[in-house]
Protein backbone atom coordinates (compact mmCIF):
# COMPACT_ATOMS: atom_id res chain seq x y z
CA UNK A 1 0.00 0.00 0.00
CA UNK A 2 1.32 3.28 -0.90
CA UNK A 3 1.18 6.77 0.37
CA UNK A 4 3.11 9.94 -0.08
CA UNK A 5 5.46 11.74 2.59
CA UNK A 6 3.85 15.33 2.09
CA UNK A 7 5.76 16.99 5.13
CA UNK A 8 9.83 17.11 5.85
CA UNK A 9 10.10 19.32 8.53
CA UNK A 10 9.84 17.82 11.77
CA UNK A 11 12.23 18.62 14.52
CA UNK A 12 13.65 15.42 16.36
CA UNK A 13 12.09 12.03 15.88
CA UNK A 14 9.04 11.13 16.18
CA UNK A 15 6.29 8.85 14.63
CA UNK A 16 4.53 9.80 11.78
CA UNK A 17 1.05 8.08 9.95
CA UNK A 18 -0.05 8.62 6.41
CA UNK A 19 -3.35 7.79 5.14
CA UNK A 20 -2.59 6.44 1.95
CA UNK A 21 -5.45 7.42 0.56
CA UNK A 22 -5.23 11.02 0.74
CA UNK A 23 -1.50 11.04 1.96
CA UNK A 24 -2.62 13.55 4.53
CA UNK A 25 -0.57 12.82 7.84
CA UNK A 26 -3.05 11.09 10.17
CA UNK A 27 -3.33 10.99 14.04
CA UNK A 28 -1.69 7.83 15.39
CA UNK A 29 -3.85 7.64 18.16
CA UNK A 30 -7.27 7.11 15.72
CA UNK A 31 -5.30 4.49 13.76
CA UNK A 32 -7.24 0.77 13.57
CA UNK A 33 -4.49 -1.53 13.58
CA UNK A 34 -5.85 -3.46 10.82
CA UNK A 35 -6.10 -0.35 8.42
CA UNK A 36 -4.02 0.42 5.65
CA UNK A 37 -1.85 3.21 7.07
CA UNK A 38 1.60 4.12 6.57
CA UNK A 39 3.67 4.81 9.58
CA UNK A 40 7.38 5.85 9.82
CA UNK A 41 9.92 7.24 12.11
CA UNK A 42 10.82 10.55 10.81
CA UNK A 43 13.39 13.42 11.69
CA UNK A 44 16.13 16.04 11.02
CA UNK A 45 17.07 14.10 7.84
CA UNK A 46 14.81 15.64 5.90
CA UNK A 47 13.11 13.52 3.29
CA UNK A 48 12.12 14.75 -0.28
CA UNK A 49 8.70 16.01 -0.07
CA UNK A 50 6.56 14.05 -2.51
CA UNK A 51 8.46 10.81 -2.11
CA UNK A 52 6.74 7.96 -2.49
CA UNK A 53 6.81 5.15 0.42
CA UNK A 54 5.57 1.93 1.41
CA UNK A 55 4.81 -0.19 4.25
CA UNK A 56 6.55 -3.34 4.40
CA UNK A 57 4.42 -6.46 5.25
CA UNK A 58 5.25 -9.53 6.80
CA UNK A 59 5.72 -11.03 3.43
CA UNK A 60 7.62 -8.45 1.71
CA UNK A 61 9.57 -8.41 4.55
CA UNK A 62 10.57 -11.90 4.31
CA UNK A 63 10.80 -11.69 0.37
CA UNK A 64 13.34 -9.14 1.16
CA UNK A 65 15.57 -11.14 2.85
CA UNK A 66 15.58 -14.13 0.47
CA UNK A 67 18.79 -12.68 -1.55
CA UNK A 68 20.51 -11.77 1.73
CA UNK A 69 19.76 -15.32 3.08
CA UNK A 70 21.08 -17.24 0.03
CA UNK A 71 24.16 -15.36 0.17
CA UNK A 72 25.33 -16.33 3.55
CA UNK A 73 24.22 -20.20 2.56
CA UNK A 74 26.32 -20.42 -0.47
CA UNK A 75 29.35 -18.77 1.61
CA UNK A 76 28.56 -21.30 4.53
CA UNK A 77 28.51 -24.11 1.27
CA UNK A 78 31.80 -22.75 0.13
CA UNK A 79 33.74 -22.66 3.46
CA UNK A 80 32.42 -25.69 4.50
CA UNK A 81 34.85 -27.82 1.69
CA UNK A 82 37.81 -25.59 3.38
CA UNK A 83 36.75 -26.65 6.58
CA UNK A 84 33.33 -27.22 8.06
CA UNK A 85 34.86 -25.12 11.01
CA UNK A 86 35.43 -22.37 8.43
CA UNK A 87 31.71 -22.73 7.99
CA UNK A 88 30.53 -22.88 11.48
CA UNK A 89 33.05 -19.63 11.91
CA UNK A 90 31.49 -17.63 8.75
CA UNK A 91 27.86 -18.13 9.63
CA UNK A 92 28.60 -16.87 13.50
CA UNK A 93 30.41 -13.75 11.88
CA UNK A 94 27.28 -13.69 10.16
CA UNK A 95 25.09 -13.44 12.97
CA UNK A 96 27.54 -11.36 15.20
CA UNK A 97 27.73 -8.73 11.99
CA UNK A 98 23.69 -8.66 12.04
CA UNK A 99 23.58 -8.30 15.45
CA UNK A 100 26.03 -5.31 15.36
CA UNK A 101 24.18 -4.02 12.10
CA UNK A 102 21.53 -3.88 14.33
CA UNK A 103 23.09 -1.95 17.15
CA UNK A 104 25.12 0.60 15.30
CA UNK A 105 23.34 0.90 12.22
CA UNK A 106 19.20 0.41 12.07
CA UNK A 107 19.14 2.48 15.82
CA UNK A 108 20.35 5.44 13.51
CA UNK A 109 18.13 5.14 11.34
CA UNK A 110 14.72 6.70 10.74
CA UNK A 111 13.32 3.01 10.12
CA UNK A 112 13.79 2.55 13.49
CA UNK A 113 10.87 0.15 14.71
CA UNK A 114 9.09 0.95 11.98
CA UNK A 115 7.76 -0.64 8.67
CA UNK A 116 9.68 1.40 6.27
CA UNK A 117 12.54 -0.95 7.49
CA UNK A 118 12.40 -3.93 3.97
CA UNK A 119 14.38 -6.49 5.62
CA UNK A 120 12.35 -5.99 9.33
CA UNK A 121 15.42 -5.36 10.83
CA UNK A 122 14.43 -1.98 12.33
CA UNK A 123 11.55 -3.67 13.89
CA UNK A 124 14.14 -6.15 15.69
CA UNK A 125 16.66 -3.60 16.74
CA UNK A 126 14.29 -1.73 18.39
CA UNK A 127 13.49 -4.87 20.50
CA UNK A 128 16.90 -4.87 21.47
CA UNK A 129 18.88 -1.10 21.57
CA UNK A 130 17.54 1.94 22.29
CA UNK A 131 16.70 4.48 19.44
CA UNK A 132 20.37 6.91 18.35
CA UNK A 133 20.91 10.20 16.72
CA UNK A 134 19.30 9.58 13.05
CA UNK A 135 21.65 12.09 11.75
CA UNK A 136 24.26 10.07 12.73
CA UNK A 137 22.73 7.73 10.66
CA UNK A 138 25.10 8.13 6.97
CA UNK A 139 28.06 8.59 9.17
CA UNK A 140 27.91 5.13 10.86
CA UNK A 141 26.52 3.27 7.79
CA UNK A 142 29.31 4.46 5.76
CA UNK A 143 31.73 3.35 8.86
CA UNK A 144 30.23 -0.18 9.36
CA UNK A 145 30.58 -0.94 5.72
CA UNK A 146 34.18 -2.42 5.64
CA UNK A 147 33.02 -4.59 8.59
CA UNK A 148 30.30 -6.00 6.69
CA UNK A 149 32.25 -6.53 3.64
CA UNK A 150 33.77 -9.82 4.91
CA UNK A 151 30.70 -11.31 4.48
CA UNK A 152 31.57 -11.28 0.98
CA UNK A 153 35.13 -11.46 1.13
CA UNK A 154 35.87 -14.79 3.31
CA UNK A 155 33.68 -16.49 0.80
CA UNK A 156 35.77 -15.26 -1.72
CA UNK A 157 38.63 -16.42 -0.22
CA UNK A 158 37.79 -19.99 0.29
CA UNK A 159 36.58 -19.83 -3.49
CA UNK A 160 39.77 -18.80 -4.61
CA UNK A 161 41.64 -21.49 -2.24
CA UNK A 162 40.08 -24.12 -3.35
CA UNK A 163 39.61 -23.46 -7.11
CA UNK A 164 43.88 -23.47 -6.60
CA UNK A 165 44.15 -26.20 -4.49
CA UNK A 166 41.58 -28.63 -6.05
CA UNK A 167 40.04 -27.65 -9.09
CA UNK A 168 36.89 -28.87 -9.97
CA UNK A 169 34.07 -27.54 -11.85
CA UNK A 170 31.63 -27.79 -9.30
CA UNK A 171 33.67 -25.02 -6.92
CA UNK A 172 33.91 -23.16 -10.27
CA UNK A 173 30.25 -23.21 -10.41
CA UNK A 174 29.61 -22.80 -6.92
CA UNK A 175 32.40 -19.69 -6.83
CA UNK A 176 30.11 -17.88 -10.10
CA UNK A 177 26.84 -19.10 -8.04
CA UNK A 178 28.19 -16.73 -4.88
CA UNK A 179 29.38 -14.16 -6.77
CA UNK A 180 25.88 -13.53 -9.25
CA UNK A 181 23.98 -13.50 -6.16
CA UNK A 182 26.26 -11.61 -3.61
CA UNK A 183 27.37 -9.37 -6.17
CA UNK A 184 24.89 -8.96 -8.60
CA UNK A 185 20.95 -9.89 -7.59
CA UNK A 186 21.67 -8.66 -3.84
CA UNK A 187 22.83 -5.05 -5.03
CA UNK A 188 20.03 -5.45 -7.43
CA UNK A 189 17.19 -6.41 -5.27
CA UNK A 190 18.43 -3.99 -2.64
CA UNK A 191 18.13 -1.32 -5.46
CA UNK A 192 15.06 -2.11 -7.23
CA UNK A 193 13.25 -3.67 -4.35
CA UNK A 194 14.11 -2.48 -0.86
CA UNK A 195 15.61 1.17 -1.46
CA UNK A 196 13.32 1.85 -4.05
CA UNK A 197 10.53 3.52 -1.98
CA UNK A 198 12.62 3.70 1.28
CA UNK A 199 11.75 7.16 2.54
CA UNK A 200 15.90 7.14 4.03
CA UNK A 201 17.43 6.61 0.37
CA UNK A 202 18.45 9.90 -0.05
CA UNK A 203 20.64 9.62 3.40
CA UNK A 204 21.58 5.72 2.52
CA UNK A 205 25.01 4.94 1.02
CA UNK A 206 24.00 1.49 0.24
CA UNK A 207 20.97 3.19 -2.06
CA UNK A 208 23.46 5.59 -3.94
S1 LIG B 1 16.29 0.39 6.63
FE1 LIG B 1 18.30 -0.62 6.87
S2 LIG B 1 19.40 0.57 8.39
FE2 LIG B 1 17.22 1.16 8.51
S3 LIG B 1 16.37 -0.14 10.13
FE3 LIG B 1 16.07 -1.22 8.17
S4 LIG B 1 17.87 -2.55 7.91
FE4 LIG B 1 18.34 -1.06 9.51
Redesign the pocket.
Known amino acids: MYSFIRSVSFEGAEKVCFNPSSGEPTNSKRINAKSEVFCCQMGKLGFSTGHRSVRFTTKKTVIANIPSMLTYVLGFIILSYVGILFGILYLLFCVLALVL??RY??T?????GSR???????RI?SKLFKKRDISQ?PKM?KTYIPFLSLIWIYPLLGSIFLLLTDFSWYFLALTLSFIIVGFVILPLFHRYYECRD?P?REN?P?AK
Open positions: FLVCYCPSYCCPSGYGAFFCNCW
